[in-house]
């Protein structure tokens, strides 16, 4: 039990590593795996702050014990109620039948509609406050940061906010739980993904938050997920604020569909023509061959954005679907956009390309481009004037 870390003198990090699920709610790869961050508070009330995923039962609960031997947990925190933190509540319970669990009346209703649970609850409210002995908590709803029941839960003592899924990233933690004790550039690379892809539809919400943590002394930041902030908390929550409300860098990302090479033949063009006009920060991503997940979290940090694509069986190229669809779910804005599509008899792409543009509203810059099969060299200049134009408004 030599991985159990302290947070403060009597605050522990109770979490596990998780190297074994390859995909993050069966979506989102992880190469790196991903921790399940537990708190346990050791005062006149023992008291845990969120739980792991089912799979992780076994080592949270030898955790658990390690640390309070043969007392009894008085009372379990839900911040929020997803699975991979919700998984070992009734295990928990068993272990500890005395146990009272804490939660709003949404966090209630789901502990209810999952596993049944309807017995030792409190149901507590946006301010409440409860007393551990030394430690004070406070709870803050936080609703939709990503579900309807998301708080956090402030210990007043020590300053330690408690923020569930938010300010979470993926990547196990090996050894070091602390924003200074690891590769900070790695997790918060990671730390961006997360939110781009599971909290960013929730921009509104996540400034609504912040503002309400604007009052609270925070010293430190403990997630559900990735490294503990306490050199910089500050930081971590001005990167929320800045994503949630998608202000972007300077820079554009390019994606393009293509099966035979005739689409991705423009890519150069454009490019070549970015780069002519002072544009420094160029990514070009494959469709294909790059999980969408790390597309998206590039998308999130720059203002500029070219989508190309070929038609496949009367429509969009699918991963390309797959990309528009999921950035029209997130509500993207404040990018200007170039288009590009292909066809060989009955275009689809460029018409489809057209609708995201109008769903989202993102700036159109002119001419998009469609070709038939193959780009003539009158394609590849108007290209060149598509990128010359969106040029212009990225630098700002
Ligand atoms: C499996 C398959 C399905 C296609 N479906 C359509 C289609 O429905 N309509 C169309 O106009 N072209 C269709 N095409 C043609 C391509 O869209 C066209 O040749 C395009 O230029 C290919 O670009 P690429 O070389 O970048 O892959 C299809 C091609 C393939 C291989």
């Known amino acids: 039990?030599?991985?159990?870390?302290?947070?403060?003198?009597?605050?522990?990090?109770?979490?596990?590593?998780?190297?074994?699920?390859?995909?993050?709610?069966?979506?989102?790869p992880l190469p790196d795996g991903v921790s399940y961050n537990s708190f346990l508070i050791n005062d006149d009330k023992i008291t845990i702050i969120d739980t792991v995923k089912d799979?992780?039962?076994?080592?949270?609960?030898?955790?658990?014990?390690?640390?309070?031997?043969?007392?009894?947990?008085?009372?379990?925190?839900i911040n929020h109620m997803e699975p991979d933190h919700?998984?070992?509540?009734?295990?928990?319970?068993?272990?500890?039948?005395?146990?009272?669990?804490?939660?709003?009346e949404k966090t209630l209703n789901y502990l209810e509609q999952f596993y049944g649970i309807k017995e030792n609850t409190k149901q507590i409210s946006d301010g409440d406050e409860l007393s551990l002995g030394k430690h004070k908590l406070s709870f803050h709803l936080t609703p939709m940061l990503h579900w309807p029941e998301t708080m956090m839960t402030f210990e007043k003592t020590e300053k330690v906010l408690f923020s569930g899924d938010a300010f979470g990233g993926f990547g196990t933690l090996e050894g070091g739980i602390f924003d200074d004790e690891v590769n900070l550039q790695f997790y918060e690379e990671e730390i961006c993904r997360y939110f781009t892809n599971i909290v960013a539809k929730y921009g509104p919400m996540v400034e609504k938050a912040i503002s309400k943590l604007e009052n609270l002394d925070i010293k430190i930041i403990a997630p559900t997920h990735g490294p503990v902030w306490r050199s910089n908390p500050k930081q971590i929550i001005s990167d929320y604020y800045?994503?949630?409300?998608?202000?972007?860098?300077?820079?554009?990302?390019?994606?393009?569909?293509?099966m035979y090479g005739n689409?991705?033949?423009?890519?150069?063009?454009?490019?070549?023509?970015?780069?002519?006009?002072?544009?420094?920060?160029?990514?070009?991503?494959?469709?294909?061959?790059?999980?969408?997940?790390?597309?998206?979290?590039?998308i999130w940090k720059y203002n500029g954005l070219v989508l190309g694509s070929c038609t496949y069986n009367t429509r969009l190229f699918p991963p390309m679907e797959y990309l528009v669809a999921f950035l029209e779910n997130k509500n993207i804005k404040n990018r200007v956009l170039g288009l590009f599509g292909s066809y060989s008899w009955s275009g689809k792409a460029l018409k489809r390309l057209k609708e995201f543009q109008q769903t989202t509203k993102l700036e159109l810059i002119e001419p998009s481009i469609e070709f038939k099969s193959a780009p003539t060299k009158t394609d590849h200049e108007s290209c060149s004037t598509m990128a010359e134009n969106l040029a212009k408004k990225v630098l700002k």
């Open 263 to 298: 689409t991705e033949s423009v890519v150069d063009t454009i490019t070549r023509k970015l780069a002519d006009n002072k544009i420094k920060n160029i990514k070009v991503y494959n469709i294909s061959k790059t999980d969408v997940s790390y597309i998206i979290s590039d």
């Open 1 to 28: 039990m030599s991985d159990i870390r302290f947070v403060t003198e009597n605050i522990k990090w109770i979490g596990t590593n998780d190297r074994t699920t390859e995909l993050f709610e069966a979506l989102w």
């Open 242 to 258: 800045r994503w949630g409300r998608q202000e972007t860098k300077e820079g554009v990302v390019i994606v393009y569909g293509s």
């Open 86 to 104: 919700s998984g070992a509540i009734k295990a928990l319970i068993k272990e500890y039948p005395d146990i009272t669990i804490i939660g709003n």
């Open 55 to 77: 799979s992780e039962i076994y080592n949270f609960l030898n955790k658990i014990q390690y640390v309070i031997k043969d007392n009894s947990v008085d009372y379990l925190i």
